[in-house]
Structures are given as structure tokens and as C-alpha cells.
């Protein structure tokens, strides 16, 4: 699908496939304890209470420090403009489409427990989901 082709593989996911989702987890980030809400600060991936709600499992299900910052260009874009609430959440890679290319495992085991705490905590995420939205942007491919 093109995946690290200037998001091509994700403009072009049916719209069929999005209907229904409200959040999104992007587990595509250099580094450990990143929750990337927005790209570069000036398009925002999903209200800041989520951002928030997700920096709270940290703390609870994880040994790392967790916390939201601007990134790049991502998916979580992508899923944002249809408005889902989305995060892309740090993995423990770096040097990422290099020969060094290499991975801390203990950093993915820390965003594994993040998940598993989204899991163990989503009646309380179906609260804040219900108190935000992010407005739908028209993009090329809508």
C-alpha cells in the first residue's frame, strides 16, 4: 500500500473501513514515551483531554515516562482528518530506514503495556471520547 510513500497507502484506505471508529492508536514513532497529538503543533490529531487520557495510562500501566508532544507527518494525520481521535504513540525504534536501523525492546515492552492499559481502561475512554471531537477536514482523498 505505498505505507512510507507520503502517507499514499493511508489516503487511499476505503472510507467504508473508518465508518464507526472514534480513537486510533499509531504505534509508528522513533523513541520511548513519545504521544504524538498533533503534526508540527498546527494540525492537531485529536483533542487534548485524549492526549491527556492516554499520558494518565502511562503513568498507571507503564515503567516510562509518557508524554504529549508535536510530531511529524503520520497516519495519525490521515485517521485525524476524518475525525478519530488518534495518537501515535512511541515504539522504541531509531534510525529508522538506515542500515543501523535498531530497536530498544524494553522501550516496545512499555508501549505494549500502554495498550494493554487502553485495553483494561476503555469504559473510562468511552467517557472522554463522548466530551470531544475534532471537526472532519476535507482532504484529497475525501
Not at 51 to 60: N, P, Q, S, T, Y
Amino acid at each position: 500500500m505505498e505505507e512510507e510513500v507520503g502517507l499514499i497507502g493511508a489516503r487511499n484506505v476505503d472510507e467504508t473501513f473508518l465508518w464507526g471508529i472514534d480513537a486510533a492508536f499509531v504505534l509508528d514513532r522513533r523513541g520511548s514515551g513519545d504521544i504524538v497529538t498533533s503534526c508540527g503543533g498546527y494540525e492537531p490529531f485529536c483533542h487534548l483531554a485524549f492526549g491527556e487520557w492516554v499520558e494518565d495510562i502511562g503513568r498507571k500501566y507503564s515503567h516510562g515516562e509518557w508524554r504529549c508532544t508535536n510530531g511529524g507527518s503520520s497516519d495519525a494525520r490521515i485517521w485525524a482528518s476524518h475525525g478519530i481521535q488518534t495518537v501515535n504513540l512511541s515504539v522504541g525504534y531509531q534510525w529508522e530506514h538506515t542500515d543501523d536501523e535498531c530497536l530498544d525492546v524494553d522501550a516496545c515492552y512499555e508501549t505494549v503495556n500502554v495498550m494493554m492499559g487502553v485495553f483494561e481502561e476503555a469504559r473510562s475512554l468511552r467517557g472522554v471520547l463522548r466530551e470531544v471531537r475534532i471537526p472532519r477536514r476535507r482532504t484529497s482523498a475525501s
